[in-house]
C-alpha cells in the first residue's frame, strides 16, 4: 500500500504560482511513476505532469511552459510548481503514484483545491 497526501492548494489570481506537494509513505519502493491530475467541475480527471523514478517527465500541452514537476527522493515527495496559472487552472489536482510490475496499481491522494480567480 501507498499512502498519498497533497498540500499546497489554495486562492491564487490570474498570472501568480502555487507549489503543490505530494508526500508518499508506505510502500514506496514500488512506485514507478509519481504525477499530478487535475478534475475541474464537471469534467474528467486529466493528466498534468507525471515524473518517472527515472527522472523522465511528461506534461499535458495545456501546462508546457508553466508547470514544473520535480521530485526529492530523500523526502518522498513530488512537486509541482504552477507559474502563470489561468482560471482554466482551476481544479482539484490529485497525487498520482502508479506501481511497475506485471499487475500495474494506481494509488490516489484525496485531492487539493486549486483556485485561480480575481
Known amino acids: 500500500q501507498v499512502q498519498l497526501v497533497e498540500s499546497g492548494g489554495g486562492l491564487v489570481q490570474p498570472g501568480g504560482s502555487l507549489r503543490l506537494s505530494c508526500a508518499a509513505s508506505?510502500?514506496?519502493?514500488?512506485?514507478?511513476?509519481m504525477g499530478w491530475y487535475r478534475q475541474a467541475p464537471g469534467k474528467q480527471r486529466d493528466m498534468v505532469a507525471t515524473l518517472t523514478s527515472g527522472g523522465s517527465t511528461n506534461y499535458a500541452d495545456s501546462v508546457k511552459g508553466r508547470f514544473t514537476i520535480s521530485g526529492d527522493n530523500a523526502k518522498n515527495t513530488v512537486y509541482l510548481q504552477m507559474n502563470s496559472l489561468k482560471p482554466e487552472d482551476t481544479a482539484v489536482y490529485y497525487c498520482?503514484?502508479?506501481?511497475?510490475?506485471?499487475?500495474?496499481?494506481?494509488?490516489w491522494g484525496k485531492g487539493t483545491l486549486v483556485t485561480v480567480s480575481s
Open positions: 498520482n503514484a502508479r506501481t511497475s510490475g506485471p499487475v500495474v496499481i494506481h494509488y
Open positions: 508506505g510502500s514506496i519502493f514500488s512506485i514507478y511513476t
